[in-house]
């Protein structure tokens, strides 16, 4: 994939054309457009309207076939290098080229110059072109004006995962075993510097559903040494398979995050046995995660899990845009939390 590393941009200038969110607001917003534009000449509304509909054929053929190009495009901008400039140029000239084809077609066609009269192609083609380049400039500021905010929701999140009491418990709870059990003293501290290594990522890269598992299998083990029987987790992973779960891929530290608000919030308050459920499933493209804690009032009160929820809010929807969601709320006597994002990105 190539970066723009002076502008410290390591998505493709492409927009995400197969991405549901952006193919709408493309979609929608060059439609508004062309309704406004033929609202301006100052006809009555159901004239208007009847326009509108008549030249939909011309606006959505070099609409669709525009973003079916520039999702394909951006494809290959992930894999081979094109620079930015040449991309930028793609978002311009492609959506010009499909509109004068189209138009060079259609002026051919009696049908067409009986119906429409008095439509300029040349305007056609120039409009194309300049909204191609309009779609590329908003998309790329949007990363842009997300970067900042990316960068602080990645400090906060490290701030709030790396907790001095996590880091502190684990430390003395490998060195009261290096005496009585070095063999499992030594296990605590490779996960313990497995899950910093993967802590200190930069939380734009993506890592396999099997891969995030694991790290959290590494926490939770730590965990479990400093709690006891108190935490109880249960995997669910009935609905989806081995196979699926190494092929997905998921961002990286998304999961791990949740499982600590868990402990934290849900187990460490508690004075018996509480039990941390996890359920995975596939449904169609889409994969759907739920993790249930046991709920207590004063411990949730704290601003720290709203705010690391919120920070996982922003990750998806800067990933995903529209294409994923979480939600999260108490049910019953638990504190639920449920995610669902593609399974392919």
């Known amino acids: 994939m190539n970066n723009d590393k002076k502008d410290g941009i390591s998505e493709p200038l492409i927009p995400d054309c197969c991405n549901l969110g952006v193919f709408s607001r493309i979609l929608i917003s060059v ?3 062309g309704l406004l534009a033929l609202w301006s000449r100052g006809d009555e509304w159901r004239l208007v309207l009847q326009n509108f509909l008549e030249s939909a054929m011309v606006l959505e053929t070099i609409c669709l076939l525009s973003l079916m190009l520039l999702c394909s495009m951006r494809r290959l901008a992930m894999r081979f290098p094109m620079s930015a400039w040449f991309q930028r140029s793609l978002c311009c000239m492609l959506p010009t080229v499909i509109a004068s084809l189209i138009m060079l077609y259609l002026r051919m066609q009696d049908w067409f110059q009986a119906g429409f009269p008095r439509l300029n192609p040349f305007f056609v083609v120039a409009s194309a072109g300049i909204l191609g380049l309009v779609c590329q400039q908003y998309f790329e500021l949007r990363t842009r004006a997300f970067s900042p905010a990316l960068g602080e929701a990645r400090l906060q999140a490290l701030q709030a995962r790396i907790r001095p009491h996590f880091l502190f418990n684990s430390l003395n709870t490998a060195l009261s075993l290096i005496r009585t059990e070095p063999r499992r003293a030594e296990m605590v501290l490779e996960d313990l510097a497995d899950l910093f290594r993967v802590l200190m990522r930069d939380t734009r890269n993506v890592t396999s559903l099997q891969d995030e598992i694991r ?11 400093r709690l006891g029987e108190r935490l109880q987790v249960i995997w669910d992973k009935e609905k989806i398979s081995a196979r699926e779960l190494a092929e997905i891929e998921i961002p990286s530290l998304l999961l791990q995050p949740l ?13 018996h046995a509480a039990t941390i459920t996890v ?31 919120e920070n996982i809010r922003q990750r998806l929807s800067l990933l995903y845009d529209i294409e994923a969601y979480i939600q999260y709320g108490v049910v019953g006597t638990s504190f639920e939390v449920k995610l669902q994002f593609p399974a392919k990105r």
Do not use: F, T
């Not at 995975?280 to 009160?301: F, G, S, T, W």
């Open 259 to 271: 499982l600590e608000n868990a402990v934290h919030y849900g187990v460490e308050p508690s004075v």
């Open 215 to 225: 790290l959290c299998e590494q926490y939770l083990a730590i965990e479990k040494i």
């Open 31 to 33: 439609n508004a457009l």
């Open 279 to 309: 359920e995975l499933k596939r449904q169609l493209d889409k994969v759907e995660i739920r993790i249930c804690n046991p709920y207590h009032v004063q411990a949730n009160m704290a601003s720290g899990n709203q705010m690391a929820l």
